[in-house]
Every structure is written in C-alpha cells, then in structure tokens.
C-alpha cells in the first residue's frame, strides 16, 4: 500500500479529505482483483458513477461504491461471494499490502422488484485514518444479475495515479460509455438521487466529439425503463424530487467534490437538456478564436500536467473548474510585475511557439478573451460562479480510449 504522505499530498492537490482519497485507492485496486479473478472477470461488468470516474473521465467527482451487473446469476450467492472475495482479499495482500479483513465481509441477498435476485455487499478495509478496529471504512458492492445490456461491453483501462500503479495498468470489463449515460437517466427518472443528476448534467455538457447522439440515448432508456417498468422520464416527472434533492444534495456530494455547485446550476441545466434528447437542440459551440502564433491547443493526462502555481498548488483545480462550468478566481502577476486578481471562465491550454503554456479564458469584467502564463499565476481557487460556455470548453477531463469490446 502506498504510504500516508501520498495520500495526504494528492487530497492537498485535489481539495478533498485524505479518507476520500484513500478510498478511491483501494477502489482501483479492487478492481484489479476482480479482474484478476478466474470466476469473475468475464461476468462482473463494472457500471455506475464509479465507472466513469475510473474509466472514463480524470477529472470527476470522487465516488464510493462499485456497481456490477452480473452475466452470471449463479454468483448472486452468498457462500460463492465471500468465498471468491477471500480469494480477492489475499490477492489484495499480496499484491499491494491492502488488508481486507475476511470476517468482515457482509452479503446481503434480497428479492428485486422484478423478482429477481440482487445482492448489496460491504467490504471494510485497514485505513490510515481510522480509529480503531471496529470503525474500519467499507465499499459497498451493488450486484444485480437480472439488467439489461443494451450495448457490448467494453474493456476498459481504470485511472489509477498513485506510485504503485501495475506497469501494465488496470483493467475492468465495464458498460458502454453511451450505456453508462442512458442508465444514468434511467436513475435519474426512478429515484432522483443528487448524484444522478449531478452525472446525467456532466454527461450532457462534456463537448466531447465522442458524446452519444441522442436517439442513441433514446434507445438505450427506452430498454431500460421498459425492463424496470417504469415510463419515459420528462422535465415535469421530475418535479417532484426536487426539494428532497435539495435537502440531501450537500449530505451526498459535498465530499466528493473540491467544490460543491449549487443545486440551481444543475436543475435549470434540465430543460436544456430534454431538448437535446429529443432531439431539438444542437451541441455544437464555436472554438476558442484562435491567436496567431498561440492556437497550439495543450492537453497533458491528468496528473501529467507537471505545473503549479508560484505558490505550490496544483492547477488541476482549473481542469475541475472548467468541466463543472464553474468560474476560476487567478491570483495573477502580469509582465509588469502587477498583481491582482481577475475571475473567469476557464476555457482551454494553449502551447505558444516559445513553449509557455497559457491558460485562456474569458475575463469576467469584460467579457473578453485574455490569455494567462502558467508560471505567472500565484494561485487559483473556484467559485460558485457557473457560466454558460460561449465556446467548446477544450480544458476538460480527457477520457481514456477503448482497448476491445467484449
């Protein structure tokens, strides 16, 4: 197991607890292990908010349980999983130092609305930030055995940026990316969870050339809601979760996020987006307009961005800021030698001839496109500002290409 100062240097980078963190770690690798497992590699297919966070996106929010959709309904059992799961627990071990207790695993079977077998299971495992041997942190494991595969599951990479991250990488068998984003408002329309909100508004702003078209989407809910015998989702369906989304939006997303938006920013995103699923409204945005000599556009994987402000802090903050549509307050120092502050929107990198890399946005002030040296900017914080994309928002979390589909 990578050590504590690890730990607690990249919950510094990324503005959340240590414990977030932490748990995101052994996530990672407990999808090595199930990857690795004979019995379970080719029949566990990884779904959910979990998925996109460590298959898809870089920069997403912090998510804690791990979601499967079972081929196997054989393994909906409890003697199969915790015995398979003892197997994972000494592969853990022995891989990485991991410690998975083996009388703490906890499967619990119970009957879907479908009739159907599902399972909800507890993995606790040893943290640096636990009191004491009976307040162990734990994963929870969705398992269902009776979904829906719209689209061919797809083998993916898992984003794993720690020191001891296997040379070859991590792999998992995991939904389509179209499949995860069709569940999701899927989730959305049966029980309006903060998260699924905050996922389906994500999934709809990323201007990525690889979004679904809609009627792709159409599709794969219409399967999905008619398997889980549920109706369509429309704006006005919604309505009425929205003061219980209200009352638990902070509880349930606040510590998986740097910075929390309000609620608004994404509710009011919900019109907008009904109308491109059904199909009357485009996505597509102008580039930022190009500056001679500086249209160079830069994009470093996370992690790899290797920059940080004049005061030491990473700038992956900006990245955040920028996929959640959310203004970024600089701290900067011009070539004169002035300092101020300036609030704006963040747009995208840019790599001039002479190897500066800028960050280009539109100052708020003005309204106009200005251009920031990276090794100029003393700090940067994000606001609760949300802004409307005039452009394609180029600095945003780059996903991970496919490998195979199975």
């Not at 690795?36 to 779904?47: A, C, D, G, H, R």
């Not at 595969?149 to 068998?173: C, E, K, N």
């Not at 120092?333 to 990198?349: A, C, F, K, M, Q």
Request: proline share 6%.
């Amino acid at each position: 197991m990578i050590v504590k100062d690890e730990i607690l240097a990249f919950a510094d980078e990324t503005g959340l607890t240590p414990n977030v963190v932490e748990k995101d770690y052994v996530l990672g690798w407990l999808l090595a292990a199930v990857n690795s497992n004979p019995v379970l590699s080719q029949s566990w297919v990884f779904k959910g908010g979990t998925c996109l966070k460590k298959c898809y996106f870089e920069t997403y929010r912090f998510s804690e349980d791990l979601d499967f959709t079972l081929r196997d309904q054989s393994h909906i059992n409890e003697t199969v999983l915790k015995e398979q799961f003892v197997s994972i627990s000494e592969w853990l071990y022995e891989e990485t130092g991991i410690e998975i207790p083996s009388d703490r695993l906890v499967f619990d079977i119970y009957a879907n609305p479908r009739g159907g077998q599902s399972c909800q299971g507890r993995v606790y495992y040893r943290s640096y930030f636990s009191k004491g041997k009976h307040s162990l942190p734990r994963i929870k494991l969705d398992l269902t055995a009776d979904e829906v595969l719209v689209m061919p599951s797809t083998r993916r990479p898992v984003f794993h940026p720690y020191s001891d991250a296997p040379q070859d990488g991590i792999f998992i068998v995991s939904y389509d990316y179209a499949e995860v984003f069709g569940e999701k408002v899927r989730a959305l329309a049966e029980r309006g969870r903060p998260r699924d909100l905050y996922d389906v508004i994500n999934l709809f702003r990323n201007d990525d050339d690889d979004l679904p078209a809609p009627a792709v989407i159409q599709e794969i809910l219409s399967q999905k809601c008619a398997h889980k015998g549920i109706s369509n989702p429309t704006l006005a369906r919604l309505e009425v979760y929205r003061d219980e989304m209200l009352r638990n939006w902070e509880p349930m997303l606040a510590h998986q996020l740097p910075k929390l938006p309000k609620l608004d920013t994404y509710w009011d995103s919900l019109p907008a987006f009904f109308r491109w699923l059904e199909g009357q409204e485009t996505r597509e945005k102008p580039l930022l307009a190009p500056v001679p000599g500086k249209g160079q556009i830069y994009r470093p994987a996370y992690g790899q961005l290797g920059m940080r402000t004049l005061n030491g802090n990473s700038i992956e903050v900006i990245r955040f800021a920028a996929g959640n549509r959310l203004c970024v307050d600089l701290d900067y120092t011009d070539d004169s030698g002035h300092r101020s502050s300036r609030v704006i929107e963040p747009y995208s990198l840019r790599q001039a001839q002479n190897g500066n890399v800028l960050l280009y946005g539109v100052r708020i002030e003005d309204g106009k496109i200005r251009s920031y040296k990276i090794n100029q900017i003393n700090d940067a914080s994000i606001t609760n500002k949300v802004f409307v994309p005039q452009f394609q928002v180029e600095l945003r979390p780059y996903g991970i290409s496919d490998v195979d589909a199975l």
